[in-house]
């Protein structure tokens, strides 16, 4: 009999369903494909202005990107724990409650998977980082019983949550012919997240592992805070942040905080907003700058600039360099990003990642070297500066790479089949 369970990897950037038909095979993926026959589906909505049509996904950022009308949304699991939670947004002239928004996207979600299963799928693992929200256990609790309520309301009966890169580690025993000390490194676009774990091929089909897992750690930085601050320090000053008004005062940086993370751009096009800025502008020192940071919100052309920061990111990861165009902004306005401007850009928020590793094996009792494997996930994984500075603490270990985006899905899809089998 198949199993109606499946596993869900809701992430920041991108979102999987995995699915293991009867049982899964490490050379065959369990991952679902979701959109045009990819297993991956970006976390984003686009809701258009001039008829009742929504995109996700893909989609949804070339429709924006297009400059079709509309409201598009993106990074929606950084509402989870937050106070925004509770409140609403502006869709089409309305309100729309940010609850309502994360339920449209997992339904979607789920919806895709079985239109590719063809079949109903009842019951569900769901990622989840270590910690939704740091240093609150109130919230980080409020978190993850939020999302599964909106589990059970787009269908799911039975719902459980498993620690993502416990799952990414589920994924990669499947592959191992011997016991290993792995730790699971997993940078997503809202979280790092570790687990420290013996895996063996002779335990890989047991459902209670509790005594494998040496140790769990976490901190709320992900690719969206690389780019966030690679957006402040490389490009937003072109804008005129860190610029001067007539006063001998700063121009307030508020404005380019909320620009530069995706959950928060729209917050700058509110009416009171743009008033507050034509005052700024009026009251500057270099007004062009300020116009430029004018054009960019009366176009709502936050989130491009963010989309153009993330593939810089992406670019100078892999290339060394990347090109960034601003031509809507002003006719062969362009700025050059190189390795060194990102490392400069993101060393603080790396330091604290690489600190976290370094207290998770303390907590463990654990020496780097006694560490077999460093096991890298996630999409934010194959950021330079941050494999550097994690493989230097474990130098004596293996350095694996899985999937980045479809390790924890598969993961998942292992877990759901013991926990729910057929």
């Known amino acids: 009999m198949i199993t109606s369970a499946c596993g869900v990897d809701f992430g920041t950037s991108n979102s999987t369903v995995g699915w293991c038909r009867t049982q899964c095979h490490p050379q065959a993926s369990p991952l679902l494909a979701l959109e045009e026959g990819k297993p991956t589906l970006p976390s984003a909505i686009f809701f258009h202005d001039d008829d009742e049509d929504v995109s ?23 509402l989870l724990g937050s106070s925004l939670m509770d409140g609403t947004t502006e869709v089409r002239g309305r309100p729309m409650p940010f609850r309502a928004l994360l339920t449209a996207y997992i339904r979607e979600l789920r919806d895709r998977a079985q239109g590719d299963a063809k079949r109903v799928f009842t019951q569900a693992v769901f990622g989840r980082p270590v910690f939704f929200v740091d240093d609150d256990a109130a919230a980080d ?31 990669y025993e499947s592959r191992i012919q011997s016991e290993e000390l792995v730790l699971v490194v997993d940078i997503g676009g809202g979280t790092s997240d570790f687990s420290l774990v013996r895996l063996s091929p002779a335990r890989a089909h047991l459902t209670e592992r509790r005594d494998d897992i040496l140790a769990n750690g976490g901190v709320h930085i992900g690719g969206t805070d690389f780019d966030k601050q690679f957006s402040l320090t490389a490009v937003m000053p072109m804008l005129g942040l860190g610029g001067e008004l007539v006063s001998g005062k700063q121009v307030p940086a508020m404005p380019y905080i909320h620009l530069a993370s995706w959950h928060t751009i729209n917050n700058v096009y ?17 007004k062009d700058r300020l116009d430029l940071l004018l054009r960019l919100v009366q176009e709502r052309a936050g989130h491009w600039l963010a989309h153009q920061m993330e593939q810089a990111k992406i670019g100078v990861s892999d290339n060394g360099t990347a090109d960034v165009s601003l031509d809507r ?46 096991f890298f996930t996630g999409g934010s994984s194959r950021v330079p500066l941050l494999r550097e500075r994690i493989g230097a603490r474990l130098a004596q270990a293996r350095h694996v790479e899985g999937d980045v985006f479809g390790s924890i899905g598969s993961g998942l899809a292992l877990d759901a089949a013991r926990r729910f089998p057929a």
């Open 141 to 171: 609790k409020l978190a993850e019983d939020t999302l599964g309520e909106i589990a059970r309301d787009v269908g799911f009966a039975d719902v459980a949550f498993q620690f993502e890169p416990l799952a990414a580690a589920f994924d």
């Open 329 to 374: 902004l002003a006719q062969g306005l362009s700025v050059s990003l190189t390795r060194a401007d990102l490392d400069r850009a993101i060393d603080q928020l790396v330091t604290k990642v690489d600190d976290t590793v370094g207290t998770l094996l303390t907590d463990a009792g654990i020496r780097a070297d006694q560490v077999d494997t460093v």
């Open 56 to 78: 996700h996904g893909r989609a949804a950022l070339a429709d924006y990107l297009a400059g079709y009308d509309g409201r598009l949304m993106r990074s929606m699991k950084s």
């Open 270 to 286: 509110t009416r009171k907003m743009q008033d507050m800025l034509r005052q700024v502008r009026a009251e500057a020192v270099d």
